[in-house]
């Protein structure tokens, strides 16, 4: 199975909105509400903020969203902050039964 | 809360099997829906997701490695396993264990890192 496609990095000012898009195909993320985005700060474990493509845990902060459309899962982060510098995974069910993680985004607050 | 805790040797040398165990806290392994999932995460890269287990056994493996990878369950001891047979320096990487519901990993462990060395 091949990862899913992210774009390797993204950037933005403190206060501004970025999204990072997740590409799969007609098997893995565009057949399943089973999307989920992880954050990973260096050293860290990944943890989840989205899951089945834009439920949020308890806990993670609503500037947070997730949303789908055919292919493509996008996760947006509104009013950037410096914490949310680090490294985000999207990862998708597939048709095997198997779970596929993104390539993975960096993202840095300017 | 639940917690999981990987444990294992960090040093594995080249064309051996590397063995991990994980252990559950805070709830049973047995949990309906609940399945029990490797990671792994080579130093710098991304994430990949290895395979996951029910506590009946059933098992689920990604295709890339699923002729070196098995995966059991001990319900007695609340723990699951890993097995990686044929390790090369590829194999180098933080192994993560996890607890997954409807296919998201909401609790994860600490890591362990594993080197193949020779």
């Known amino acids: 199975q091949s990862a899913l496609t992210q774009p390797a990095s993204v950037s933005g000012s403190p206060g501004q909105s970025i999204t990072i898009s997740c590409t799969g195909t007609?098997?893995?993320?565009?057949?399943?509400?089973?999307v989920s985005w992880y954050q990973q700060h260096p050293g860290k474990a990944p943890k989840l903020m989205i899951y089945?493509?834009?439920n949020r845990p308890s806990g993670v902060s609503n500037r947070f969203s997730g949303s789908k459309s055919g292919n493509t899962a996008s996760l947006t982060v509104s009013g950037l902050q410096a914490e949310d510098e680090a490294d985000y995974y999207c990862?998708?069910?597939?048709?095997?039964?198997?779970?596929?993680f993104g390539t993975g985004t960096k993202v840095t607050v300017l | 809360q639940l917690q999981v805790q990987e444990s294992g040797p960090g040093l594995v040398k080249p064309s051996e099997t590397l063995s991990l165990t994980c252990t559950v806290s805070?709830?049973?392994?047995?949990?309906?829906?609940?399945?029990w999932a490797w990671i792994r995460q080579p130093p710098g890269k991304g994430l990949e997701w290895i395979g996951s287990?029910?506590?009946?056994?059933?098992?689920y493996y990604n295709p890339s490695l699923k002729s070196r990878v098995t995966i059991s369950v001990d319900t007695s001891k609340n723990q699951f396993s890993l097995r990686l047979s044929s390790v090369t320096a590829a194999d180098t990487a933080v192994y993560y264990c996890?607890?997954?519901?409807?296919?998201?990993?909401?609790?994860w462990g600490q890591g362990i890192l594993v080197t193949v060395y020779s």
């Open positions: 089945d493509v834009s």
């Open positions: 287990i029910y506590y009946t056994g059933n098992t």
């Open positions: 805070g709830g049973s392994i047995s949990s309906t829906g609940n399945f």
């Open positions: 990862s998708s069910y597939t048709s095997s039964s198997t779970n596929v």
């Open positions: 007609s098997s893995d993320v565009g057949g399943y509400i089973y």
């Open positions: 996890a607890r997954e519901i409807s296919s998201r990993a909401d609790s």
